[in-house]
């Protein structure tokens, strides 16, 4: 987590409101019920079971991994909101915001605390897109600030020369995949939970004028949508969140998918889901913007490339560490390798942690081989036997449900108290006393979170978004193998998995909140 997150629901809570702050920002204690090895055993026990009701009750659909979907462009008014001239409404105000920011971290306060810059990154933007783009579709594929100025600039150029073609219109080769995505999640990682100057204005300032020019200079030379797909990270990553969300956008237009620069774009013959590059040059009659169950984007039967699989263990991997890295057993083994009786030095804090985030898509990964290894044999005698590496690509996709699950249990409640700062800030995001709209003396409401909503949220959370995981994986897998009980079968290492996770999840979102003595949380 970042450390501005972190001091943000203490420090800017006590200085905003000290009557009514507390340890947590929550500012009562509260008890459970029962101890906190009950609800781990119970969390478990909730996620075997659905393995067991979801083996006996799901077959093989006739219709295989279709959807219903409903098409919101017909209704009248939502054509007029999905107006180019709004699209492009969207655009100018993400990149005003964009725009706002960098002069707050280059011309503003240092402050943290009296600077937009931070709490608009660190939590309205990075936590709250992350929730908009599971909650609600790929949004991030239209107002990107990187995409909306590329696409004026090369728009701008036309204009004043329209026979000579814009950029360098290098083909990125196939093997690259989103390994450049995967590896700046990770740089992205480090810079959110090990660096001590992430939370400094100019820092981020400077951080995202570097990125825009990597991102620029690569979408010239490689083509816009192509590095979009392969190298922006957050592209990659809203992307795959909006997989989650109840909405899509869909080209149905094998003409347009032809030429795309994804080359296998299309999810069903003649579909083409969430690709804005063919949407774009599909004509308006082919255009669909659908309502679908929450999650159908991810029954897919094409597996993931490599690099993308790897990219969804960063994701996992990358907010597991940060929340076992507030554990007191992590504390523990820091102490251990420190000198005795002297606290950890920051060193010793930066290398472990640098070394936890880079180890931790490696153990992820070993785990999930493990796994598919496992699901290879149990399936050996299937009609249409496969490889490990096969399965883990088919199968990771279903793991998103658990990384977003993770994401809310860890962050909602910072979502909630801290994301207030960006009310107040965005009427003096300079720190030089403006009230642009009248917000700036805005009080945060500490109370509003408290302590049995976090916990409860939590468990539920976490539980929901395995159960639903392994759902996912008993579609997929009905689909994969010739027989009922083939699927089954393959299903046994990962659920197994499944319910391990689980109970680690619970345990660790636990940790910072309990207290020695059965059931006490604080």
């Known amino acids: 987590m970042s450390r501005f997150i972190r001091a943000s629901r203490g420090t800017a809570a006590l200085a905003l409101l000290p009557a009514e702050a507390a340890a947590h920002a929550f500012g009562v204690r509260y008890d459970l019920p029962l101890p906190l090895a009950l609800w781990l055993a119970a969390a478990g026990l909730t996620v075997a079971l659905s393995f067991l009701v979801f083996a006996l009750a799901l077959r093989r659909r006739a219709e295989g991994l279709s959807y219903p979907r409903l098409n919101l462009l017909r209704l009248p008014g939502v054509r007029v909101s999905a107006h180019p001239f709004a699209l492009e409404l969207l655009r100018v105000l993400s990149v005003g915001v964009f725009v706002v920011l960098i002069a707050a971290g280059l011309f503003g306060t240092e402050d943290p605390f009296r600077n937009l810059a931070p709490a608009f990154v660190w939590i309205g933007w990075w936590i709250g897109f992350t929730y ?9 594929a239209l107002v990107s600030p990187w995409k909306a100025l590329s696409l004026w600039t090369e728009a701008l150029a036309r204009k004043i020369r329209p026979a000579v073609r814009f950029g360098l219109q290098r083909r990125l080769p196939a093997g690259v995949g989103a390994w450049p995505a995967a590896l700046l999640l990770l740089a992205f990682g480090w810079i959110e939970i090990v660096w001590a100057g992430n939370a400094v204005p100019a820092n981020i300032a400077w951080l995202a004028l570097c990125y825009s020019l990597l991102t620029w200079i690569a979408m010239f030379v490689f083509g816009r949508e192509a590095w979009l797909r392969s190298g922006e990270v957050f592209a990659v990553y809203f992307g795959l969140l909006a997989r989650l969300a109840p909405s899509e956008i869909r080209a149905r237009n094998a003409a347009a998918c032809a030429v795309c620069s994804a080359r296998s774009c299309r999810a069903a013959p003649g579909d083409c889901v969430n690709c804005y ?176 909503f976090a916990w409860y949220t939590s468990v539920v959370v976490i539980v929901l978004g395995h159960v639903l995981a392994m759902y996912l994986a008993h579609r997929l897998a009905l689909e994969r193998f010739s027989g009922r009980r083939t699927a089954r079968r393959s299903q046994y290492p990962l659920a197994a998995l499944m319910v391990a996770y689980t109970m680690v999840s619970v345990w660790i979102l636990a940790q910072p909140i309990v207290e020695t003595g059965p059931g006490v949380v604080r």
């Open 277 to 452: 590059e063919c949407y774009a040059r599909a004509a308006p009659a082919d255009r669909e913007w659908n309502l679908r169950p929450p999650a159908a984007g991810l029954l897919d039967s094409r597996p993931l490339s490599s690099s993308a699989a790897f990219f969804v263990m960063v994701m996992l991997a990358t907010v597991t560490f940060d929340g076992v890295r507030e554990t007191p057993l992590w504390a523990g083994l820091l102490a251990r390798v420190s000198q005795p009786g002297e606290p950890v030095s920051d060193l010793l804090w930066s290398a472990s942690a640098t070394a936890g985030l880079l180890l931790g898509p490696c153990v992820f990964a070993l785990i999930i081989l493990g796994a598919g290894g496992l699901m290879v044999w149990l399936t050996r005698t299937d009609a249409r036997p496969a490889s490990a590496g096969e399965l883990v690509r088919l199968f990771v996709p279903t793991l998103l449900p658990i990384a977003f699950a993770y994401h809310v249990a860890h962050y909602l409640s910072y979502l909630l108290v801290a994301g207030q700062l960006v009310i107040p800030l965005a009427s003096d995001p300079l720190g030089l006393g403006w009230d642009l709209f009248g917000t700036a003396h805005y009080r945060i409401a500490v109370g509003i979170v408290g302590a049995r």
């Open 132 to 140: 908009l783009s599971a909650g609600a579709g790929d949004l991030w």
